[in-house]
């Protein structure tokens, strides 16, 4: 894997885990009614808490992969 390839699965990682963790602080604190209903959680909630912790996983994953081939390019691994 190439330098970029492998900075770009990085940086991937590192924004994904950025915007989703700004998300969940919205959902959490939304004020419009969407996520909680009487402070219940709704559907919405739900859905949305769903797409952030697949985010969160395959954010992870894929800036581990970046990272690993980082290691690889620096200890001439590659």
Known sequence: M??????????FGVWSWFIWITFVK???QDAGGLAFEDGEP???FWVHLLLAV?????GTAIGVIGWRGLRALRGGRA
Do not use: D
């Open 42 to 44: 709704t559907g919405y």
């Open 2 to 11: 190439s330098r970029r390839v492998s900075w770009f699965l990085l940086a």
């Open 26 to 28: 919205n959902l959490w």
């Open 54 to 58: 697949t985010s969160f996983a395959l």
